[in-house]
């Protein structure tokens, strides 16, 4: 039995601050009440195992007994997984850095730098549980509109060797956009029994209340709360020199302030897959899905009535028509009647199972459509040539590509940015140069993507470069004056960037121009010394020919 804690001073009491922010947090909880009603309706009818919004449900009980077709739930993991794996394979990197200044990142030591740093925070990614955590965002992006998660080291400086993330489900966090529209406060609730309270904040950080249960009711699990928001934001509370926003951690129920800290940079992503103007969480492509769903699953609880009854139908009993009142369904067991044609017959539904399966399909395909499921799965379908899969995956480009590009901008970017800036605090990425220094310090660090959909499109760029060198190789043969139009070294680094390869493939502009002169040099003193050579030939040949002149004059 655990040891019963000491009430004293030691305790907290309510505190102002904790007040301030039990009530802003409140107001804001307030205006999602509508949402709240939407949420749990797609989590019902999409993602049942999410459908405690509104109310907790039974640890480990059934979530999906309102189901009766799993077509909208598949073609919602169709999607999920399209995006996890185009935007964030854990099998290929896709991101890289770049100061967006031409003239510094064409420094080898900056490209250098940049590759080595990407790769290290990929590696970072692929070790921890990022991936188990960001699949959780995409499925709630993409069910729900909006998604968060949280990104933080699990050390301080070279202790740090992992990097930890944690998605919130929708109905534990609160968000406030920034004047710009851009998400900077979030509340995230946890809850913790009164032992994890306990390490987590210290027993003179948490409440009597809870200390109390400690021994009372160890299982009851206490909610806390942790906003995040940029410094200033709060009386009572400043951030940490250095840091730009301050965390609280309070107990809601007992007006308790547990911790205090702060961040660098926002730790959280939250990723909204499309916005109405004037809200702030966003709405998913499950809105426009959920009227089709709701259908299709009421259409087949309706025609697996049907079809019962069709294997099992009613019977139409004349009264007093079987004697003795009861009917014997057992196999090879008769039940006497007394009109063998009026008496006992199947009740015959006559149920259309062709037309409403005909609707059926009609409504899987309305809910394939609207997660993109028609365009991001290929058609089993043996005999496509090379030239339809390629026109499938350039329309799979233009569907996707405006929402890829606001799930870059919200999620991806925001996870990499801190993902390079904790790394580089805890002198994990090595020594950067001076010049990349100066430039981030005038302009900031780039990102550039190189998912699937981002290769694709370049090795058309590439496919091109080379057809169209392949046409002026052809022109050369008529007009070699020709090539003096086209610059080989722009080329080169034309497909060395959309091909993607390391920079270290590369020399650079100053040893390539070094050993140019060398090779010039070289070639000079090898046309000087043939020309010696066929000097010293020439002479020879003269002096032989003298010679030979003088012995026939003798003679």
């Known amino acids: 039995?655990?040891?019963?804690?000491?009430?004293?001073?030691?305790?907290?009491?309510?505190?102002?601050?904790?007040?301030?922010?039990?009530?802003?947090?409140?107001?804001?909880?307030?205006?999602?009440?509508?949402?709240?009603?939407?949420?749990?309706?797609?989590?019902?009818?999409?993602?049942?195992?999410?459908?405690?919004?509104?109310?907790?449900?039974?640890?480990?009980?059934?979530?999906?007994?309102?189901?009766?077709?799993?077509?909208?739930?598949?073609?919602?993991?169709?999607?999920?997984?399209?995006?996890?794996?185009?935007?964030?394979?854990?099998?290929?990197?896709?991101?890289?850095f770049t100061t967006g200044d031409t003239e510094t990142d064409?420094?080898?030591?900056?490209?250098?730098?940049?590759?080595?740093?990407?790769?290290?925070?990929?590696?970072?990614?692929?070790r921890g549980n990022f991936h188990t955590q960001v699949h959780e965002a995409y499925l709630d992006v993409s069910g729900f509109g909006t998604s968060c998660i949280l990104q933080e080291p699990d050390g301080v400086g070279p202790a740090m060797e992992d990097l930890v993330f944690t998605t919130f489900s929708i109905q534990d966090y609160v968000i406030e956009e920034s004047s710009s529209g851009l998400v900077d406060t979030v509340y995230l609730t946890r809850h913790y029994t009164a032992r994890q309270a306990i390490q987590k904040y210290g027993e003179e950080n948490v409440a009597p209340k809870v200390l109390t249960?400690?021994?009372?009711?160890?299982?009851?699990?206490?909610?806390?709360?942790?906003v995040i928001a940029p410094d200033g934001d709060f009386d009572g509370v400043s951030a940490p020199d250095g840091m730009r926003y301050v965390s609280?951690?309070?107990?809601?129920?007992?007006?308790?302030?547990?911790?205090?800290s702060g961040y660098h940079e926002f730790p959280c992503a939250v990723p909204r897959w499309s916005q109405v103007a004037g809200e702030t969480w966003g709405r998913g492509p499950a809105d426009n899905a959920l009227p089709d769903i709701k259908v299709l699953n009421e259409a087949t609880r309706l025609e697996l009535n049907a079809w019962a009854k069709a294997l099992d139908p009613p019977l139409l009993v004349e009264e007093d028509g079987v004697a003795g009142g009861k009917i014997d369904m057992r196999p090879g067991k008769a039940t006497v009647v007394r009109d063998m044609d009026r008496s006992l017959k199947a009740f015959e539904s006559k149920?259309?199972?062709?037309?409403?399966?005909?609707?059926?399909?009609?409504?899987?395909?309305?809910?394939?459509?609207?997660?993109?499921?028609?365009?991001?799965?290929?058609?089993?379908?043996?005999?496509?040539?090379?030239?339809?899969?390629?026109?499938?995956?350039?329309?799979?480009?233009?569907?996707?590509?405006?929402?890829?590009?606001?799930?870059?901008?919200?999620?991806?970017?925001?996870?990499?940015?801190?993902?390079?800036?904790?790394?580089?605090?805890?002198?994990?990425?090595?020594?950067?140069?001076?010049?990349?220094?100066?430039?981030?310090?005038?302009?900031?660090?780039?990102?550039t993507y190189m998912g699937p959909l981002s290769r694709a499109q370049k090795q058309q760029e590439i496919s091109g470069t080379l057809r169209w060198l392949e046409s002026v190789a052809a022109v050369a043969q008529i007009d070699p004056a020709s090539l003096d139009l086209v610059d080989m070294d722009e080329v080169q680094k034309f497909?060395?960037?959309?091909?993607?390869?390391?920079?270290?493939?590369?020399?650079?502009?100053?040893?390539?121009?070094e050993l140019r002169e060398a090779r010039a040099k070289q070639q000079q003193k090898e046309d000087g010394l043939a020309e010696a050579q066929a000097g010293a030939g020439i002479a020879s040949d003269i002096a032989t020919a003298g010679s030979s002149a003088r012995i026939e004059a003798a003679a």
Not at 106 to 126: G, H, M, P, Y
Not at 395 to 422: A, K, W
């Open 106 to 126: 064409s420094i080898k030591e900056v490209r250098q730098f940049f590759d080595d740093a990407a790769k290290t925070l990929w590696r970072a990614f692929n």
């Open 495 to 513: 497909l060395h960037h959309n091909s993607e390869q390391p920079e270290r493939f590369l020399r650079t502009d100053k040893l390539v121009l």
């Open 1 to 96: 039995m655990a040891k019963s804690p000491k009430l004293s001073a030691r305790s907290p009491a309510s505190d102002r601050l904790a007040e301030d922010i039990v009530l802003r947090r409140d107001a804001l909880d307030a205006d999602r009440g509508v949402w709240k009603q939407s949420w749990q309706e797609i989590a019902d009818n999409l993602i049942p195992r999410k459908n405690q919004i509104q109310g907790e449900r039974t640890k480990g009980g059934k979530r999906n007994q309102k189901r009766y077709s799993s077509s909208g739930q598949h073609a919602h993991s169709v999607l999920t997984a399209a995006l996890h794996g185009t935007m964030s394979s854990s099998a290929v990197q896709w991101f890289n």
């Open 248 to 260: 609280v951690h309070i107990d809601p129920q007992n007006k308790v302030t547990a911790a205090k």
């Open 351 to 447: 149920a259309r199972f062709d037309v409403n399966r005909i609707k059926l399909d009609e409504y899987r395909n309305e809910i394939r459509r609207a997660f993109f499921a028609d365009q991001l799965e290929l058609p089993t379908n043996s005999t496509m040539t090379a030239t339809e899969v390629q026109v499938r995956f350039d329309l799979m480009q233009r569907i996707l590509g405006p929402i890829l590009g606001r799930l870059e901008y919200e999620l991806q970017s925001p996870i990499i940015e801190r993902g390079f800036n904790i790394l580089f605090r805890a002198g994990k990425l090595g020594q950067m140069p001076s010049a990349l220094i100066d430039a981030l310090n005038r302009g900031g660090l780039s990102i």
């Open 213 to 226: 249960d400690l021994v009372k009711d160890p299982a009851k699990r206490h909610p806390y709360i942790q």
